[in-house]
């Protein structure tokens, strides 16, 4: 094999080429440095003495099945000024690593569309050797994100399992880049991004959030200039889980057999959009049957619908007409929890019809937190928390199936 080889299929430079040893199903390559001048890895000083060499082996991106090795005599070395004896730098290999650059390289390319079982398995090496090489990479390049150049941002939670364990995490609405993922939920877990995002200067003008008292006060606590944007997903979904409890409510104070049967099983069609109601199964004329027979259901049904017209307004002023019109109609019905409801949406209109400066919401970040639930269950779980935090960082470069 020529010593162009090295360079050109292993990226090994700066070597040359003696023989080939074929030992067990490996493929051996062994090599020497080339002459080249002695320094201290440490502090660069070439005042030093020989002390020896040391065989070691490097594996190297495999050819075929065949795993490959790069085996080499290293120099070791007496620092005078250090006065400590190391082994002088590999340039193929990083520091204290038993696998080549390319090699690395090669593991990181095919993680893109396998398993770290899989890429492990495939190379013959061990899972945490591929995790290691993953969680070098990601920390490299997605640790500390840049925050200089971001100007509107999302947040919201999601929970990762049982025992209420929840992450907090941060949107780029421009880039759909996770620039920050916090344990737990609530203001402690934003601080850390709070003083990072201070230190960068960058000016945030727009925050889109649900209406969560925690996430209001650590807006307007640590980003006075900036606007709150409600979700009106999360504005919706509130709503549904108000008519739900409506339903529920209505069911148990029914009388007779006939209201209880009809009231059964319709909280599904409550919460669908009318156009999404399937006609084979008779679902538009089951909701119907269901909303003739209580007057206050169906008032809270049409109560949903109207309230969807607040983001489908031309300007502001028409949609601020319309909301104020609703919340007059829902203290009106006396329907209780439709009252309450209503005083809800007047203490935080102002945030609802921020969304006309600045149309966004949290949408981008609820298709990021099932990407991160798939990424989870995949990979049956993360032990190393630090690890799954990389992962979510890297999830807006992922061009491939989430894999573990």
Partial sequence: MSTSLLYHGFGINGYQYVRTIYRKGKVIFCIIPKAFSLCCPICGSKRVKRRGTKTRMFRTIPIGLKSVFIQIPIQRIECQRCHIIRQVKIKFAK??????????????????????????????????????IQKRYLSKKYK??????????????????KGHRYLTVVLDLKTGAVIFVGDGRGVDSLKPFFKRLKYSKAEIKAVAIDMSPSYIAAVLENLPESTIVFDH????????????????????????PLQKKVLKGTRWLLLKNACNLNER??????????????????????????????????CKSDAKTILTDWIKKAQSTGITILQKFAKTLAGHAFGILNYYDYPISTGPLEGTNNKIKTLQKQAYGYRDMDFFKLKIYGLHKAKYALVG
Avoid at 288 to 310: H, I, R
């Fill in 144 to 161: 500390y994100p840049r925050l200089k150049n971001i100007t509107h941002i999302a947040i919201d939670e999601i929970s990762i399992g």
């Fill in 95 to 132: 520091w204290r690593r038993s696998y080549t650059k390319a090699f690395e390289y090669y593991a990181l390319a095919l993680s893109q569309h396998m398993t770290i079982l899989d890429v492990a398995n495939h190379l013959g090496v061990s899972w945490d050797t591929i995790k290691d």
């Fill in 281 to 314: 199964k008779n679902e538009k004329e089951r909701l119907e049957e269901a909303l003739s027979l209580n007057k206050p259901l169906a008032t809270a049904y049409y109560l949903k619908e109207d309230l969807k017209q607040v983001w489908k307004q031309v």
């Fill in 233 to 256: 997903f999360h504005v919706i979904k509130l709503l549904n889980d108000k008519l739900s409890q409506l339903r529920r409510s209505l069911h148990r104070e029914a009388e007779g």
